[in-house]
T-cell receptor, first 116, second 113 residues
Framework: DVKVTQSSRYLVKRTGEKVFLECVQDMDHENMFWYRQDPGLGLRLIYF???????EKGDIPEGYSVSREKKERFSLILESASTNQTSMYLCASSLWSEPRPNTEAFFGQGTRLTVV | RKEVEQDPGPFNVPEGATVAFNCTYS??????FFWYRQDCRKEPKLLMS???SGNEDGRFTAQLNRASQYISLLIRDSKLSDSATYLCVVDRARSGSARQLTFGSGTQLTVLP
């Protein structure tokens, strides 16, 4: 059974703290993604990675950074957490699929982060 | 304009009803289209891919109209278990790097007994 695992389901952090969200996949997928999901806004892409040590900004990268040192692990870092980063964070992975573009994204269970 | 737009609903329908969701996308170069389902407090999961010729999976039918940049999902004979949020998902179609998926905000469906 395919699996994407996020390190925490719920997290409460203080403003200004450095926060690490970890994601591990066991499917040998090349692509990994970090989204945040907010009511009325849907899923918005923060960062993604298509290979070890490779990363690209998504739509809302400000205030975040990422790390991909190993193929199976993709970490999202909030350098200095702020209250507007309170959200549900979802990690996903998918196969590199050229030339056929139709590939399924598998999601982790999500981390609900509250910054107080 | 949003890249992927959906009617947020909510749609409240009785069991056995037929319900249709629509979605429009702005990037004419997009190649991949999907419907995902997200249950309350759960992660999104693939419901079905959408192909140009249209495709059916049991009670679910997906259609794609490239000329109008429009995707639809039809659910026949609704079940209580169909209650969820349905996300329209489109490939952002950037060349080179990873395929990015752009998600609509979702349409909430509640099937009533």
């Amino acid at each position: 059974d395919v699996k994407v695992t996020q390190s925490s389901r719920y997290l409460v952090k203080r403003t200004g703290e450095k926060v690490f969200l970890e994601c591990v996949q066991d499917m040998d997928h090349e692509n990994m993604f970090w989204y945040r999901q907010d009511p009325g806004l849907g899923l918005r892409l923060i960062y993604f990675s298509y290979d070890v040590k490779m990363k690209e900004k998504g739509d809302i990268p400000e205030g975040y950074s990422v790390s991909r040192e190993k193929k199976e692990r993709f970490s999202l870092i909030l350098e200095s957490a702020s209250t507007n980063q309170t959200s549900m964070y979802l990690c996903a992975s998918s196969l590199w699929s050229e030339p056929r573009p139709n590939t399924e994204a598998f999601f982790g269970q999500g981390t609900r982060l509250t910054v107080v | 304009r949003k890249e992927v737009e959906q009617d947020p609903g909510p749609f409240n329908v009785p069991e056995g009803a037929t319900v249709a969701f629509n979605c429009t996308y702005s990037n004419s170069a997009s190649q991949s289209f999907f419907w995902y389902r997200q249950d309350c407090r759960k992660e999104p999961k693939l419901l079905m891919s959408v192909y140009s010729s249209g495709n059916e999976d049991g009670r679910f039918t997906a259609q794609l109209n490239r000329a109008s940049q429009y995707i639809s999902l039809l659910i026949r004979d609704s079940k209580l278990s169909d209650s969820a949020t349905y996300l329209c998902v489109v490939d952002r179609a950037r060349s080179g790097s990873a395929r990015q998926l752009t998600f609509g905000s979702g349409t909430q469906l509640t099937v009533l007994p």
